[in-house]
Structure formats: structure tokens, C-alpha cells
């Protein structure tokens, strides 16, 4: 006919891909303007006696979530961390890890300390797994890079004062004398702009007010709490996220989630397990992987959920382990959370960080009294800087 077809281009192609696949996957959590109480511990009363849950100090029984967020339905698939990340290389993101479908690593290439299949092409029968064997880095790089291609805020900074967007993971750790520095330690430190409307990891609290939430409506297998004239039911916190019973009921932990009993010692694809969503209508809140959140402790940073291989007392709700930084493994991956929390406020930058007050050079030594008496000396001659403050509340922070 003599008339030339257009060709559309292929990664805009892959970004409307993308953002779609968003627009149906991100889950309001309905919490009132005014914050939601989230009750604590193994037990629910704040005391843990048996497990690691969360309990900030021996008399507190509840968490507060000051803000309505949204979070994932799923675990992040394979197929959309490799295509986000696949962009977001052409865009100068930097990342320690490929990432792997789901727990089949293939064979160990020595030469390159990489496993066979990390960072392989998504098909049709890996593309639905949850993406393992990335690091901490690599995530806060990875949202942000999403963030990017989808014309959102930014998360995750390098300095409390919000100017370096974090873009680099750092080298990636292939054995034991693997030292956190440069990018990578930046990432570790990375600082949290929580007024920003982008995509992130969830907060510790967040993650577990979505996987306890029953909403107004009693489901069974409940704690309350009223706030106001407001009462809400949470998933009791000896129990899988959405079950019917706690952890020694097999039954009823087999019906929501993938864990040691029924995995077969494999993940599997997200969503898979049709009738196991909790009340808000997330999948794999407990199982298949464990899942980052955005909470650092011990130096670490905390994982939630457990996994296909974990037993059942390490899938429930209460239960977390720490990771640092670099590890990776074929059997943690992570959940995206978006929305703006107020809690705290990092804008502000310290008075005192660079009120320094000099002390100048001598020619030759003074002598300083010293003692109560004045009786004893000390030689200085070196000039040096001395704060002109008590170092303040915020700075410290």
C-alpha cells in the first residue's frame, strides 16, 4: 500500500506494562485520618515469651500507624523487578544483584561468584515467582527507580536533608571478607522521606497492621481494640496473617500459606494459593518468602513472614529475624509499600553541626592547669575545633 507501519518502542511498551500491573496490585489499608491502635506481641497483651515479636519496651501493648498506606498484594514478581530493573540500568541505576526467580539457582559459576540463573530472561513459567536473592541495597535502589519511571517521589536518600536520590547498590558481597563501604553502606544508612508519595518497603508497624487487618468486621481468631467509638479486629498474633486458627492447627495454616508442611521445599508463584488472601486481599503475608521491611535493628535489617522452608511457629505474624544489608537468598524477597507517614519529620537540619569554635596554634606549648587544685599541666599546641553547643537532640537523631 505503500504506506509505513510504526513501530512502537519497546520500553515504553514495557513502562505502560508496568504501570498497569500497579494500578491493580497496591491495597489501601484504611486506617482513619487520625491513626490506628495495632495490638503487640505473640500473645497480644505486649508480653512475648515464646518468640521475636515486636515489643518496644515491657509495658506496651499496642503499635500506632499514624496514616493511611498502601501495600502490595503480592510479593514483588520475578517478571516486574527484571523489567523495572532492566529500565532503570538504561537510566544509570546500579545494582549489587540481578535478582533470581524464585529458589532454583541453577549451578555456581566460580569465575563470576554468581549462580547460574540470577538475572535470566522472566518466561512463562518463572515470570509469577516472587524475585529472591536480592539485597537490602538493591531494594532501596529498586524503588526508587520505580518511583522514577512512574513519575513519583523519590524514598530513599543518601543524606537526612533529602538532595542525593540513592541510584547505586554498591558492590555486590561474594564471599566472607566482603567490607560494607562507599554506595553500598549509603544504602545501608539510607534515609527515608516519608512525605514522599513514591514506592518503598514497608515499616515494621505497617507491615504488620496489613498482615493482622481485619477491618471493622469480626472474622474469627480475633483481638480488638476500640479507638473512639471505632472497634477493629486483628489476626491474633500466635497465628499465620488471615487464618482461621494459630500455628499448631495445620489445617488451617496449610490453607493460606506455602511453609515446610506443604511447599514441597520450593516457592511458589504469587497468588497461587487462590483462597488463601487475608481480609484486606493480600497473598503470602505468611510463607512462600520472607520479605524485607524498611526497619534496621542490631545493625541489621528486619524480615517478616518466614518462608517455604521455614517451620510454622517462624510464620506468624509476630515473628521476624534480621538480615544484614548484603545478604541475599533464595528464600527472602519483598512486598512494596506506598504512602505518606508524618511520624517523624527529618527536613530539619541541626543548629549545632557546624557551630565549631577554634582553638589556634602556639608557637610553642602552653600549659594548661588541671586538677581541682590547678596543681597538675598539660602541654597543648596543636590548634583544634571545639562544638560551641551541647550537641542537640536532633543532631543526635
Request: hydrophobic share 35%.
Amino acid at each position: 500500500s505503500g504506506e509505513c507501519a510504526i513501530s512502537s518502542d519497546p520500553d515504553e511498551e514495557l513502562l505502560k506494562e508496568i504501570k498497569t500491573l500497579l494500578e491493580t496490585e497496591m491495597v489501601a489499608v484504611p486506617v482513619p485520618a487520625n491513626g490506628l491502635e495495632c495490638t503487640l506481641g505473640y500473645d497480644d497483651n505486649g508480653n512475648d515469651t515464646e518468640h521475636q515479636a515486636i515489643v518496644y519496651g515491657e509495658n506496651v501493648k499496642t503499635f500506632f500507624v499514624h496514616k493511611p498506606f498502601s501495600i502490595a498484594k503480592h510479593e514483588v514478581s520475578y517478571k516486574l523487578f527484571y523489567d523495572v530493573r532492566t529500565l532503570a540500568e538504561k537510566k544509570g541505576y546500579k545494582f549489587a544483584n540481578k535478582g533470581l526467580a524464585g529458589s532454583n539457582k541453577g549451578t555456581w559459576d566460580d569465575a563470576n561468584k554468581i549462580w547460574a540463573n540470577e538475572g535470566a530472561t522472566p518466561t512463562e513459567a518463572t515470570e509469577n515467582l516472587p524475585v529472591t536473592m536480592v539485597s537490602y541495597n538493591d531494594l532501596v535502589v529498586w524503588c526508587n527507580a520505580l518511583s522514577e519511571l512512574t513519575g513519583k517521589e523519590a524514598v530513599y536518600y543518601k543524606e537526612a536533608t533529602f538532595n542525593t536520590v540513592l541510584k547505586d547498590a554498591g558492590d555486590r558481597a561474594v564471599d566472607t571478607t566482603y567490607v560494607l563501604k562507599g554506595a553500598a553502606l549509603d544504602c545501608h544508612n539510607a534515609k527515608a522521606k516519608y512525605s514522599a508519595n513514591g514506592y518503598r518497603l514497608p515499616r515494621l508497624k505497617e507491615w504488620e497492621m496489613a498482615a493482622k487487618w481485619q477491618g471493622a468486621q469480626n472474622k474469627g481468631n480475633s483481638k480488638s481494640i476500640t479507638v473512639g467509638t471505632g472497634t477493629y479486629y486483628y489476626t491474633k498474633g500466635d497465628s499465620f496473617s488471615g487464618a482461621s486458627a494459630n500455628f499448631r492447627d495445620e489445617e488451617a495454616c496449610k490453607k493460606v500459606a506455602w511453609y515446610k508442611k506443604n511447599s514441597e521445599n520450593k516457592v511458589h508463584a504469587i497468588g497461587e494459593k487462590t483462597d488463601g488472601a487475608n481480609a484486606l486481599g493480600l497473598f503470602d503475608m505468611s510463607g512462600n518468602v520472607a520479605e524485607f521491611t524498611a526497619n534496621r535493628h542490631a545493625g541489621g535489617h528486619t524480615l517478616k513472614g518466614g518462608s517455604y522452608s521455614s517451620s510454622a511457629d517462624d510464620c506468624i505474624t509476630t515473628y521476624q529475624i534480621e538480615a544484614k544489608p548484603e545478604d541475599r537468598w533464595e528464600y527472602v524477597g519483598f512486598r512494596l509499600c506506598q504512602g505518606v507517614q508524618g511520624e517523624v519529620t527529618l527536613n530539619a537540619i541541626p543548629t549545632d553541626v557546624d557551630a565549631m569554635l577554634n582553638f589556634p596554634a602556639f608557637t610553642s606549648p602552653i600549659k594548661v592547669p588541671m586538677g581541682i587544685d590547678d596543681s597538675e599541666d598539660e602541654s597543648i599546641k596543636a590548634s583544634f575545633k571545639i562544638g560551641k553547643y551541647e550537641v542537640c537532640n536532633k543532631l543526635f537523631y
